[in-house]
């Protein structure tokens, strides 16, 4: 469930117009629903209350300092991929007992400021990693607690940029040699072993590859314990999806249920790490039309496709040019009841650049304001400044009110600390 809905032919965020917004703070805007971020929060915690867990919110998907806020003040904690990340998460409040690094590609001082942070724990992804993090945890006099990020070859079914956990994908540890590896970490000085860690793709809208992943995890759990580790953290990532289009994604209680019944008897906390299901239905971008024109193709009825030019694109919005997603457009005020078959395309100069293609769409007309739906997650975090585009503004709603959480880019923000290299402006003669 969400807070954005049309009431008397306007859609609003909780009780604000989208058009106050877009009329006050311009477009392309983002505007996130404060309510819905934690009502989605609160909901996703009630479903694991059975067990010891730990909720780390995947902040890759939308770290705004806003976004990362209304979760660490329901106790959240967050998982990073970067030390931007970690900075960014301190910055908003997470308490460093409760952040988790994941990634595959860790730098000397992103390990560093981590350790000298105190997080949780380092999701490790390869043997080469763990000695890195041993040697840097030596020079600090520190010990460094990790978990293996296993990969346990299952099939995710979901979009090929966004599984992680076949044997292919360049993931994690293969979950056939982690005990090995464990035996290997467990005889480091300056490393102490304290979980065990999977995450396996994004967007997934069935429960079964969760089930046979934590299955598989469990299996190994048993093994490591048995011989001795002293596991005490099972992070079973993130990835739960949203319903963009059709999709019907498990709700949150019956992916709880599956994973408390996997990992039942054991004395563990559960570690989660839920992105995209906490923010992606809790956001929109706004965009108004630029123009209109006629396409020379034709949609299944002879007649002329549209083109409806925005001033949001690619830039802004990566997921459909990205992965050929479909996000959801509608208009933000009454429309023509005339429906035309069009593709909403933004100013880039490429042709992948589009935000919907074949939408049958009321005829919109210049000036047009349009939500473009389920933007919260992996909308603006991807967003680039391509075309040398100034990032959009973010916007936060609660009730009655809504706030700028990041300003527009600015055109001096787009040549910030760029220089002209001194030979090209030297002048003639002098040299
Ligand atoms: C991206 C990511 C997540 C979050 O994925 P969602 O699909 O947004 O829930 C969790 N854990 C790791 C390691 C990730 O890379």
Known sequence: MNHFERKRGEMVCEGVPLRRIADAVGTP????????????YSAFDRAFSGIPHIICYSMKANPNGSVIRT???????????????????????????????SGVGKMEWEIV???????????????QELET??????????????????????????????????????FGIHIDQAVRDYEWAARRRHIEVIGVDCHIGSQLTEISPFLDAAGRVRVLVDRLIRKGLDIRF???????????????????????????????????????????????????LLTRVLYTKPSQETDGKAKKKQ???????????????????YHAIVPVAGSSRRRVVADVVG???????????????????GGDLVAVMSAGGYGFSMSSTYNSRPRAAEVMVSGSRFEVVRERESIRDLTRGERT?????????KA
């Open 71 to 101: 979760f660490t003040n329901l106790g959240s904690g967050v998982d990073i991929v970067s030390g931007g990340e970690l900075s960014r998460a301190l910055a908003a409040g997470a308490p460093p007992s409760k952040i988790v690094y």
């Open 307 to 325: 083109f409806f030019i925005v001033d949001a694109a690619m830039n802004d919005l990566a997921r459909p040019s990205l992965y050929g997603s």
């Open 234 to 284: 099972v992070d079973i990532g993130g990835g739960l999806g949203i319903t963009y289009e059709n999709e019907v994604p498990p709700d949150p209680q019956q992916y709880a249920d599956g994973i408390v019944d996997a990992f039942r008897g054991l004395p563990v906390t559960i570690v989660l790490e839920p992105g995209r299901v906490l923010v992606g239905n809790a956001g929109v």
């Open 29 to 40: 805007v983002y505007v996130y629903s404060h309510t819905t971020l934690a009502h989605h």
């Open 113 to 127: 400021e981590a350790l000298r942070q105190g997080i949780l724990m380092f999701n490790v992804e390869s043997r």
């Open 133 to 170: 993090i041993d040697g840097i945890a030596r020079k600090m006099r520190k010990k460094a607690p990790i978990s293996l990020r296993v990969n346990p070859d299952v099939d995710p079914r979901t979009h090929p940029y966004i599984s992680t956990g076949l044997k292919k994908n360049k």
């Open 421 to 429: 290299a001194s030979f090209l402006t030297r002048r003639r003669g």
């Open 347 to 365: 100013p880039i100069c490429e042709s992948g650049d589009f935000l919907a293609k074949d939408r049958e769409l009321p005829a919109l007309t």
